[in-house]
């Protein structure tokens, strides 16, 4: 009879992210929300680049299935803001631009440059061109004289000399960059898009959001809140933070803590016309004041007064400060 070595079985080490896929993913009656210590704990492995692929896959497509609560997107943007770093530099509003613009030229740029003339600094961030067919902030910079930092410092200089300073987000958090950029890997947009719309790095008075998601709004108010953030979230047009004159707006705010909401009623008697085609030259003869347009100027300008009511002043004070600023703005660019 012939004496065979015996056969030892080890059982594997579980990967320390495990835990937080099966937390989502246990199906129907077992799975729950990440608790806000959960989330950042998460989000602090994938950042410190401690996650399989395969992991990291599923994990964004897990949350982006159920939706994020606020409290895994108050954690999340913690343990971002724990690795950042970034110098103290004093910032009025945190202007995200994600989204991109189909119907409409993104005429939130006129705005948050008639801004900066007046005094209100301004830190935009966005994550470049994900989706086909859509004209992105990061495209047009040149055309409208708008810095591209590549670094703080370049941010720094560039709000000390004009107001206005815009970052894509890969110089910054290149971790999330990498995530975003697998919308066309996944076929969905991550939540990642998301949390890139509350970070507010920079600590800026007021955090501007866009969120176009049909009652997710709320939900990015209450993360907002959680941080101890000031912040205005509005269902903007095409997923920008720009104000649609021929639509209804609901302002979902919050400040020291405490939530507010303001209905804003569309300011266009009848809709507009879209546009046959985007043409940035558009946006520079508006600026200059060689064409009058009315849907461009209502939404600018409306979009000014949004970000005013966000740095303090009510609604009719915004609309008449915008006013006054776009009527005495530089023409030059």
């Not at 070595?5 to 729950?32: D, M, S, Y």
């Not at 401690?50 to 964004?60: H, M, R, S």
């Not at 591209?148 to 910054?172: E, K, S, T």
């Not at 950029?181 to 970070?199: C, F, K, M, V, Y």
Request: proline share 5%.
């Amino acid at each position: 009879m012939t004496d065979y070595p015996a056969l030892t079985l080890e059982t594997p080490a579980e990967h320390p992210f495990a835990q937080f896929v099966r937390i989502l993913g246990k199906g129907k009656r077992g799975a729950r929300n990440l608790t806000r210590e959960e989330a950042r704990e998460a989000m602090g492995l994938l950042l410190d680049d401690k996650v399989e692929d395969t992991q990291l896959g599923a994990f964004l497509m897990l949350l982006r299935h159920k939706e994020e609560s606020a409290e895994e997107m108050a954690g999340f943007a913690e343990a971002v803001r724990e690795r950042l770093n970034p110098p103290a530099l004093a910032v009025d509003l945190d202007w995200p631009t994600y989204a991109g613009k189909k119907r409409h030229l993104p005429w939130y740029l006129l705005a948050a440059k008639c801004l900066a003339q007046n005094g209100v600094r301004i830190f935009m961030h966005g994550g470049g061109a994900h989706t086909a067919g859509r004209l992105y902030s990061e495209q047009l910079l040149q055309t409208l004289n708008i810095p591209l930092c590549r670094d703080w410092q370049q941010v720094g200089v560039a709000l000390d000399q004009g107001g206005l300073a815009f970052m894509p987000l890969v110089d910054w958090a290149p971790q999330l960059q990498r995530m975003i950029d697998l919308r066309n890997t996944l076929g969905l947009r991550s939540p990642i898009h998301s949390l890139a719309r509350i970070l507010n790095p920079l600590g800026a008075r007021c955090g501007l959001q866009s969120i176009f998601h049909p009652g997710y709004q709320a939900v990015h108010r209450e993360a907002s809140g959680l941080l101890g953030d000031t912040a205005i979230v509005i269902k903007g047009d095409g997923g920008e933070i720009e104000i649609n004159p021929d639509a209804d707006s609901h302002l979902y705010g919050t400040t020291g803590g405490e939530s507010w909401d303001e209905e804003w009623p569309q300011l266009s008697t009848q809709r507009h016309v879209k546009p046959a085609s985007l043409d940035p030259d558009h946006l520079k003869a508006v600026w200059r004041g060689d064409v009058v347009d009315s849907y461009p100027q209502m939404a600018l300008i409306s979009t000014m007064a949004l970000a005013l009511r966000g740095l303090g002043q009510t609604r009719e004070q915004a609309f008449e400060t915008a006013r006054q600023y776009w009527d005495a703005r530089d023409r030059s660019i």
